[in-house]
């Protein structure tokens, strides 16, 4: 056999494991491809998505020594969470329960977790979080968790919230101006000036505030000094306006405004513009005194006094206590309305009307 008749035996390539190519999700700014959208683990059961290379790991931060990354680059660059594991299921749990062997066996790690909790006591490790965090921008995930858990909040809760936290402000501004001054709160400033006959707005310029700081907020601040403070002004001007009353009513043989209008309005009947021919005042003037004393008032007195006292006379001229007797005795027996009419002197639309037929 001649050596061209021998064919060359075939040679054995290794073989490649398949590895399915997967589509850019997003690119950095500085041109990095990113295999896994921004902001978000992807996890496969126990295996966890690598944002570099687009493959699959049970652990991406011992796989990131292969590109040369450390893993909080990593989560700052893709925008994850530095809380956000990058391992699957099985591997934490491996990890977890090798460390609780370590801190029952090793002194060193002991040592380490007392001093963590020492430091959680006291309060140091949530400051120093605080400070490492301070100027850092926010992860892309934790702005997405934000966003999720302000979604789930309604308008009128978030309302709310702002509505407290506006008030809780006030009040520390409200303090703050009362110390400046030597006053224990803002309530004690307000009734000490006022008695002295300051202003609203001077004890606010006074306070270093905007001059109408005080009357927009007081009732906020200190709800009792201004509804003392509105009770004392509000009477104040009741005396004033009162003061052109008095003299009349006094002719008239009244003690006060009150009593007058109780008399006029309520006793005898008379209308707002017969109240206001007798004193002189515009109808306006005297509905405002009717409101101001708590006299409530009636539309038409007169004539409805005069009406009621065509009633009783009616009913007191035939025996009967009211109207409605009267009626139905008379249409009972078969008379029209119109013989009612007659027989007690009232016209018939009157008759029909206190019927309750019109």
């Known amino acids: 056999m001649?050596?061209?008749?021998?064919?060359?035996?075939?040679?054995?390539?290794?073989?490649?494991?398949?590895?399915?190519?997967?589509?850019?999700?997003?690119?950095?700014?500085?041109?990095?491809?990113?295999?896994?959208?921004?902001?978000?683990?992807?996890?496969?059961?126990?295996?966890?998505?690598?944002?570099?290379?687009?493959?699959?790991?049970?652990?991406?931060?011992?796989?990131?020594?292969?590109?040369?990354?450390?893993?909080?680059?990593?989560?700052?660059?893709?925008?994850?969470?530095?809380?956000?594991?990058?391992?699957?299921?099985?591997?934490?749990?491996?990890?977890?329960?090798?460390?609780?062997?370590?801190?029952?066996?090793?002194?060193?790690?002991?040592?380490?977790?007392?001093?963590?909790?020492?430091?959680?006591?006291?309060?140091?490790?949530?400051?120093?979080?605080?400070?490492?965090?301070a100027g850092r921008r926010q992860p892309e995930q934790r702005r997405r968790k934000t966003l999720a858990a302000l979604a789930a909040i309604s308008p009128q809760a978030r309302a709310e919230g702002s509505r407290r936290r506006a008030d809780s402000q006030l009040r520390e501004t409200a303090r703050a101006a009362a110390e400046s001054l030597g006053f224990a709160d803002i309530g004690a400033l307000v009734v000490a000036r006022t008695e002295a006959g300051a202003s609203l707005a001077a004890i606010s310029r006074e306070a270093g505030l905007h001059k109408d700081w005080l009357c927009r907020h007081l009732s906020t601040v200190a709800p009792e000094t201004a509804a003392d403070l509105a009770a004392t002004?509000?009477?104040?001007?009741?005396?004033?306006?009162?003061?052109?009353?008095?003299?009349?009513?006094?002719?008239?043989?009244?003690?006060?405004v009150a009593a007058y209008l109780r008399d006029r309005h309520v006793v005898g009947n008379h209308t707002v513009r017969a109240i206001a021919t007798e004193t002189g005042f515009s109808r306006a003037a005297v509905e405002s005194a009717l409101r101001r004393h708590g006299v409530a008032r009636h539309p038409h007195a007169t004539t409805r006094a005069r009406r009621d006292e065509r009633a009783q006379a009616v009913t007191a001229r035939f025996g009967f206590a009211c109207l409605e007797d009267y009626f139905a005795d008379r249409r009972a027996a078969g008379m029209s309305w119109r013989a009612i009419a007659a027989e007690c002197g009232q016209p018939p639309t009157w008759v029909r009307r206190r019927a309750g037929l019109t």
């Open 2 to 133: 001649t050596a061209p008749d021998l064919e060359p035996a075939p040679v054995a390539l290794p073989r490649r494991r398949s590895r399915t190519v997967r589509a850019v999700a997003a690119v950095l700014p500085d041109g990095t491809p990113s295999y896994g959208p921004i902001g978000r683990v992807v996890r496969d059961g126990d295996r966890v998505l690598c944002h570099l290379c687009g493959r699959w790991f049970r652990s991406v931060v011992a796989h990131l020594r292969s590109h040369g990354w450390h893993h909080l680059a990593y989560r700052e660059a893709f925008g994850l969470l530095r809380s956000e594991p990058l391992e699957g299921s099985n591997t934490r749990s491996l990890r977890a329960k090798a460390m609780t062997e370590r801190r029952v066996h090793d002194p060193a790690v002991r040592a380490g977790c007392e001093l963590g909790r020492e430091l959680v006591r006291s309060g140091a490790l949530t400051r120093a979080a605080a400070r490492a965090a």
């Open 233 to 256: 002004s509000l009477a104040r001007r009741h005396e004033q306006w009162d003061s052109r009353w008095l003299p009349l009513v006094r002719e008239l043989g009244f003690p006060d």
